[in-house]
């Protein structure tokens, strides 16, 4: 589905991504894990067509997608809940929905159903602004307007961020459904704990590289996963 191959970033002489590789298949759920700086966010943004990458390949379903621009790699099917929500303020949690599904594959009012479904809160607060909405809140209609682009994959940058521990679960759980239904997911999170309960297989970086990666369960017990942390 979603395959990188030695991809680099840099930010001027920077190098924040030194080749790194990475799969998420059809309908799994991917983590990739990592301290402050590791490279994680910026790995995302390249993914989606927000940061040029020096080099490498990005293809979703065989199509290279890396020299294209972001509504460009939304219309492939590919979107992403950026880290700090970025949610329009002076819009209703509806109108950001509607918004996001033009800038999509063509939504109707069905996806509006399943993102309410998957957030009741978001059907009672449909006519609330965005910006009075909880951090919550912020989080789920981020995840909420992504889902309105019918992403074949949907990419999340630390969704817990900021968020209050129940909070965090119930984002959680909401991506558990998800991939329960099928969406195939990309989820960078620095809660080790909560990533590795959820995902089915995961990449841990430093300093731009993965140096670890394996099933959920091989990278629980890995003491190289504590180890990369610590760095
Ligand atoms: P965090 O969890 O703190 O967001 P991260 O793993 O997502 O960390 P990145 O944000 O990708 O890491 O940053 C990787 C490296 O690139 C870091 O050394 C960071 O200082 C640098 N960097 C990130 N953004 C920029 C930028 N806009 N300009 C210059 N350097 C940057």
Redesign the pocket.
């Known amino acids: 589905m979603l395959n990188v191959s030695n991809l680099s970033a840099s ?2 002489a ?1 190098r ?2 030194k080749g790194i590789s990475l799969k998420v298949g059809q309908g799994s759920l991917c983590v990739v894990l ?12 390249s993914i989606a067509g927000l940061h040029r990458p020096v080099e490498g390949s990005i293809t979703l379903q065989d199509r290279e997608i890396s020299r294209l621009k972001i509504h460009q790699v939304v219309r492939h099917g590919l979107a992403l809940v950026p ?1 700090g929500r970025m949610v329009v303020a002076p819009l209703t949690v509806e109108e950001n929905l509607d918004l996001s599904g033009f800038a999509g594959r063509g939504s109707d009012r069905s996806d509006r159903e399943r993102v309410y479904e998957l957030f009741p809160r978001l059907k009672e607060r449909r006519q609330q602004k965005a910006g009075l909405l909880s951090g919550g809140e912020q989080q789920m209609l981020a995840i909420g307007r992504a889902l309105m682009t019918q992403p074949q994959v949907l990419v999340l ?2 969704p817990s961020m900021g968020l209050a521990p129940s909070i965090v679960d119930l984002v959680f759980d909401a991506i558990v459904a998800l991939h329960k239904q099928g969406q195939s997911i990309l989820l ?1 999170e ?1 809660n080790a704990a909560i990533a590795l309960s959820v995902c089915d297989y995961g990449y841990v ?1 430093r300093r ?1 590289e993965i140096v670890v990666e394996g099933t959920a369960e091989m990278l629980r017990e890995s003491p190289e996963v504590m180890k990369a942390y610590l760095s």
């Open positions: 930010y001027g920077i924040a991504v990592g301290s402050n700086g590791a490279g994680k966010s910026t790995t995302l943004r880290e940058d630390e960078v620095q970086m731009g």
